[in-house]
Every structure is written in C-alpha cells, then in structure tokens.
C-alpha cells in the first residue's frame, strides 16, 4: 500500500509543481497580448493551469497525509526538516490559491487581477520545487 500512495503522492507533485512551469511559460505570450486577446486566453489557458494545479495539489496533500498516517515514515516526520518541507507544501498550496483567485477575477474583467497572473506567475518555478528539495533532504 505504501508503493500506491507514494506513486500517487509523485503524480500529485509532478501535475501540481508542474502546472507552474506551464503558465511561466505561457507568460511571454500573455505580456505580448491586449486586453482583449488576453481575457480569451487567460480564460482557457489559466483554467488548464489552475485545474492541474488544484488537481495535483489535492493528490499530494491526501497521500501525503495518508503516508504519514500509515506509520511507514513515523522517525522521520518528527525532524526539523520535515517541518521545513510541511511548510514548502503550505507555501505551494498558498501559491495555488492565490493564484487560482487572480485568475478567476482576472477572466471577470479585472486588469489588476490580470497583471498579478502576469507578475506572480514565475514565482511558480521557485516555489514548486520547494517541497521536492525538502522531502529528498528529510527523506533521502
């Protein structure tokens, strides 16, 4: 059982962490674009990303908490750096949020929502791979 919930636990992380590379990508394209292509492609874009995200995310959490309640990894959920990589993941999850309200108020007609996807969009590529450092630090 521990070998299904940590498979799905990396499927969580590879479709949530990597839904942020996918709209730092697509935020050249969005820059280049007026206010009236943006909205058309924020809507089908973002909602792509956000949905993966949410997605992924979700997986993560559930197994994660899962993983811990199985017993598998009980010494190692006491350390300090497993703290650390609890905390990456609220970050993560933060991030997730924010930015799935920005989009959401952005494809309404809010430029100030709209600029935010553009400006927080790249954090994604730092803050995604938070979690993966810490947990191969707590876990190795």
């Keep these: 059982m521990t070998k299904l919930l940590l498979i799905l636990h990396f499927l969580g992380l590879a479709i949530g962490g990597g839904a942020p590379f996918f709209m730092a990508v697509l935020r050249p394209a969005f820059l280049k674009m007026d206010g009236v292509d943006a909205k058309p492609f924020l809507m089908k874009a973002g ?11 979700s997986l993560l959490i559930v197994t994660g908490l899962a993983l ?35 989009m959401r108020r952005a494809a309404g007609g ?3 929502a709209a600029q935010r996807v553009a400006l927080y969009a790249p954090w994604g590529l730092v803050i995604a791979p938070l979690p993966v450092i810490f947990a191969v630090l707590t876990f190795s």
């Excluded at 909602?47 to 995310?57: C, D, E, I």
């Design 68 to 102: 811990v309640w199985s017993g598998d990894f009980a010494g190692q959920t006491a350390s300090p750096l497993f703290v650390v990589k609890m905390a990456a993941v609220a970050l993560v999850t933060v991030y997730v949020g924010a930015m799935h309200v920005f």
């Design 47 to 57: 909602r792509t990303g956000n949905m993966l995200s949410k997605a992924g995310v």
């Design 110 to 112: 809010n430029a100030a």
